[in-house]
């Protein structure tokens, strides 16, 4: 079965670098999208991207943060100048459609910023 | 804003019985309803999910339940096996008008089944 796959599993990094996360979604999938878990709290939504461009984000998708589908395979997730808050569990999905359509997701990157 | 609400952190069942995992929402505006299933270490794995149109669906073990005036969903696996332990989120969107790409999660339910 088709799945989204996600590198690096764990990533760390010292507070104010960059860090890029790397996605490959379902390859007939049309959207994609970013969330993150922050241990101990729920899952929440980041960003969402279609056609070549982001269609939606949350309030913690600020400047910081960027998204890119550089190829026809890959969507990366660029944080621009980490901060300690960013620790979390980033999780990649994607999906067929944008109605009634379940996303699917990767099994996630941990992000340590130390 | 707790938009979708799981109430019960921990579930523990027998081994072949039914296991029932409750979750509300208090927007109206979401119309799909989805269940995911995590193991630590795991992205969440989608499950089976629900339009509002619906008030059922069903696919193997696995039954959805939509109760749309009390706002409820709830998952019934039956019978349950060692292997469903896991973690399960509800999650629901909306499909039209607006944060069509926003899914909101509950906080889970970690489901426990004993052989």
């Known amino acids: 079965e088709p799945e989204v796959t996600q590198t690096p599993s764990h990533q760390v990094t010292q507070m104010g670098q960059e860090v890029i996360l790397r996605c490959v979604p379902i390859?007939?999938?049309?959207?994609f999208y970013w969330y993150r878990q922050i241990l101990g709290q729920k899952v929440e939504f980041l960003v969402s991207?279609?056609?070549?461009?982001?269609?939606?984000k949350s309030e913690i998708f600020d400047d910081q943060f960027s998204v890119e589908r550089p190829d026809g395979s890959n969507f990366t997730l660029k944080i621009r100048s980490t901060k300690l808050e960013d620790s979390a569990m980033y999780f990649c999905?994607?999906?067929?459609?944008?109605?009634?359509?379940?996303?699917?997701f990767g099994n996630g990157t941990r992000l340590t910023v130390t | 804003d707790q938009q979708v609400k799981q109430n019960s952190p921990s579930l523990s069942v027998q081994e072949g019985r039914i296991s029932i995992l409750n979750c509300d929402y208090t927007?109206?505006?979401?119309?799909?309803f989805l269940w995911y299933k995590k193991y630590p270490a795991e992205g969440p794995t989608f499950l089976i999910s629900i339009s509002s149109i619906k008030d059922k669906n069903e696919d193997g073990r696995f039954t959805v339940f939509l109760n749309k005036s009390a706002k409820h969903l709830s998952l019934h696996i039956v019978p349950s096996q060692p292997g469903d332990s896991a973690v399960y989120f509800c999650a629901a969107k909306r499909n039209y008008g607006g944060s069509q790409g926003n899914l909101i999660f509950g906080k889970g339910t970690k489901l426990s089944v004993k052989p």
């Open positions: 991207f279609y056609n070549n461009e982001i269609s939606e």
């Open positions: 927007n109206s505006m979401f119309d799909y």
């Open positions: 999905a994607s999906s067929r459609t944008v109605t009634n359509s379940p996303l699917h």
């Open positions: 390859s007939n999938h049309l959207y």
